[in-house]
């Protein structure tokens, strides 16, 4: 693996080789007013920046996070047990606008806040068993622009998408199945960047 490993040629490349990854990117979902708003919100969020286990040593994660969601919505995710925290005003008003909008059902959200382009996230699936079968996930990015990519697992077929602040993407099901995603470091960008990724939960999974 060669250090620009996450790097493809963005524009050219994207959308292009097959597969396709099952996704639907609605650029400025979220007009300026409704981004200040969040992001204003935001600056209230108990965030943290917990310790997960690699290869038996603990590390703190590369972002900040905080979990918020419905009574009986807690996840463990990461290895880490995250209890679903009251929805704040401008959150629930984000998932309540999803809904009418994609008919999407989420009933948590997990915000990461990338500090700078130093705050990453690692390739990964969003396939946590307690995830609902058949449901999307919305993530909306506020902030920063900052490159997602995403990997086919099994065909050499990699995308880079540059989200930009009210940008919204949807990630369809079974898109996590065959999909893994990250977030590379980017030293160039010294802004923060704000990610809301809305999931639907199997209610009481963890009861
Ligand atoms: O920050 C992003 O755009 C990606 C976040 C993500 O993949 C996640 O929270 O699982
Ligand atoms: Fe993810």
């Known amino acids: 693996m ?6 493809i040629t963005p524009q050219k490349a994207l959308l292009t080789l097959e597969p396709k990854p099952p996704i639907t990117l609605i ?3 979220l007009n300026n007013e409704q981004q200040v708003a969040l992001i204003n919100e935001a600056q209230a969020y108990p965030l943290s920046r917990p310790e997960i286990q690699v ?4 590390h703190a994660i590369p972002r900040q996070q905080v979990w918020f969601g419905d009574l009986g919505c807690d996840y463990l995710y990461s290895g880490l ?6 929805w704040p005003k401008y959150a629930n008003k984000l998932r309540h606008k999803l809904a009418k909008d994609f008919s999407l059902g989420s009933n948590g959200v997990l915000v990461n806040h990338y500090v700078d382009g130093k705050d990453c996230m690692g390739a990964h699936s969003d396939d946590e068993p307690e995830i609902a ?3 999307d996930i919305a993530s909306i990015t506020l902030g920063a622009s900052r490159d997602f990519v995403l990997k086919h697992k099994h065909s050499p077929a990699r995308y880079s ?3 930009q602040s009210g940008d919204l993407l949807i990630m ?4 996590q199945k ?7 470091k980017r030293l160039k960008v010294k802004d923060p960047r704000w990610n809301y990724t809305f999931r639907q939960l199997m209610v009481n999974f963890h009861a």
């Not at 060669?2 to 790097?7: E, I, L, Q, R």
């Not at 290869?55 to 603990?58: M, T």
């Not at 369809?172 to 898109?175: A, C, F, I, S, V």
Request: glycine share 8%.
């Open 2 to 7: 060669s250090k620009h490993d996450d790097d």
């Open 27 to 29: 650029r400025g979902y």
């Open 55 to 58: 290869f038996g040593k603990f």
């Open 81 to 86: 047990f995250i209890r679903a925290l009251p």
């Open 133 to 135: 079968k058949g449901s």
């Open 161 to 163: 998408i540059n989200l």
């Open 172 to 175: 369809h099901w079974p898109m």
């Open 178 to 184: 065959d999909w893994q995603h990250s977030l590379p």
